[in-house]
C-alpha cells in the first residue's frame, strides 16, 4: 500500500491550504485513515483521523474548528481542509493509514504512512 501526500505549501497566516492523501498498490481493509504533523524539532503529532466504517472524525484539541478531514471513496482519497493558519501549524503533515484498532491518535498503530508534505506558514 502506498500513500501519496499532496498539496503543501506557503501561506500567510489566516489562509487555507487542503492536503490530499491517494492510497493506491495491493487492496488493505482499512480501519482508519489519520494525518500527522511534525515540527522542526518536535515530535511527530497527531493531528486528525477518521474510522472508516462510521465516518467519525477526531481531532486533536489544537486544530479542533480550523481542520476538517474528509474523504472521496472512489477517489481512494482523504483531504485536510485546514483554514484559519497560523505559523504555529508549520510542520510536515503525514497521512497514515491501518488495519487494525486502539487509539486512533497513536503513532504505533498505524502500519502505512505517507512521504509528507510541507506546510509553512507565514507570519
Do not use: H
Not at 503543501?8 to 497566516?13: F, H, I, N, R
Not at 466504517?53 to 480550523?66: F, L, M, W
Not at 501549524?89 to 502505512?112: E, H, I, K, L, N
Amino acid at each position: 500500500v502506498q500513500l501519496q501526500a499532496s498539496g503543501g505549501g506557503l501561506v500567510q497566516t489566516g489562509g487555507s491550504l487542503r492536503l490530499s492523501c491517494a492510497a493506491s498498490g495491493r487492496a488493505f481493509s482499512t480501519s482508519t485513515m489519520g494525518w500527522f504533523r511534525q515540527a522542526p524539532g518536535k515530535e511527530r503529532a497527531f493531528v486528525a483521523a477518521q474510522i472508516w466504517s462510521s465516518g467519525n472524525t477526531y481531532y486533536a484539541d489544537s486544530v479542533k474548528g480550523r481542520f476538517t478531514m474528509s474523504r472521496d471513496n472512489a477517489k481512494n482519497t482523504v483531504y485536510l481542509q485546514m483554514d484559519s493558519l497560523s505559523p504555529e501549524d508549520t510542520a510536515v503533515y503525514f497521512c497514515a493509514a491501518r488495519s487494525g484498532f486502539g487509539s486512533w491518535y497513536a503513532m504505533q498503530s498505524y502500519d502505512y504512512w505517507g512521504q509528507g508534505t510541507q506546510v509553512t506558514v507565514s507570519s
